[in-house]
């Protein structure tokens, strides 16, 4: 809680009631009346008096990540405020992901998201290969996805264990369970990594999460887990 937050008076109930209805009115329909920035001071203001985002989430049937997500709006720089403001921006997927994003990297992924240059899937590409290439310039990052759509590559995120003695194993793993002719980058820079594939290895990892009945990312997360526990090896052995 910002301390602003706390110098802020108790909102009344009316307040909160009206809120409420706004919140449940805009999230349950295509077409919203409100922007995503009104949404989110929506929330805070039934947070004011709900309490807690648990008890705001059963009031309102939305969950707590998706209520966090509306809240992140407000981390956007003014520019990109505007953006959203006027409605150039109108996602939340969109909105709340160039949030995550440093500010000075905000402005241009924007834009670029406003010229459809990037849809949402590209922002959350952009987001993920930034976080692995933290001295790249922001266009470079956005160039990079962009190319990286043209042919089709599918990108997964993870996170490597701080305990692992190298990636090598990880890598591995992903070849075995993928092909590793379907890996087409491997890119880890601290503790984040970024498997690059292509639409056969993406199909491969989906298919046999279903089998496993699994989510991809489940899936994801457990061959890291094994990879960072082994040596790497060739898959084909």
Avoid: H, W
């Avoid at 009206?18 to 203001?45: D, F, G, M, P």
Wanted: proline share 5%; with cysteine; glycine share 6%.
């Amino acid at each position: 809680m910002k301390s602003s937050d706390l110098a802020r008076p108790k909102p009344s109930e009316e307040e909160v009631d009206a809120a409420l209805a706004a919140i449940i009115a805009n999230t349950r329909r295509l077409r919203r009346s409100l922007n995503l920035l009104e949404i989110a001071k929506n929330i805070t203001v039934a947070l004011g008096r709900v309490g807690s985002l648990q008890k705001l989430s059963y009031r309102v049937g939305l969950s707590e990540q998706m209520l966090r997500e509306f809240l992140a709006v407000e981390d956007l720089v003014p520019k990109v405020r505007g953006l959203v403001a006027r409605r150039e921006i109108d996602g939340i997927d969109i909105a709340s992901r160039i949030a995550r994003l440093p500010a000075k990297d905000q402005v241009p992924t924007a834009e670029a998201a406003v010229a459809r240059r990037l849809d949402g899937a590209d922002v959350r590409a952009v987001v993920a290969l930034r976080k692995v290439l933290p001295r790249t310039s922001i266009a470079k990052v956005i160039d990079r996805v962009r190319k990286s759509r043209d042919i089709r590559e599918y990108l997964a995120e993870f996170i490597v264990p701080p305990d692992a003695p190298s990636t090598a194993g990880i890598e591995t793993c992903f070849a075995e369970l993928v092909g590793k002719e379907n890996i087409r980058r491997f890119d880890v820079a601290g503790p984040v990594g970024v498997l690059a594939m292509n639409p056969e290895g993406r199909r491969r990892l989906q298919q046999i999460a279903r089998r496993r009945g699994l989510t991809t990312r489940r899936l994801v997360d457990m061959l890291v887990a094994k990879g960072a526990t082994r040596r790497a090896q060739s898959p084909n052995k």
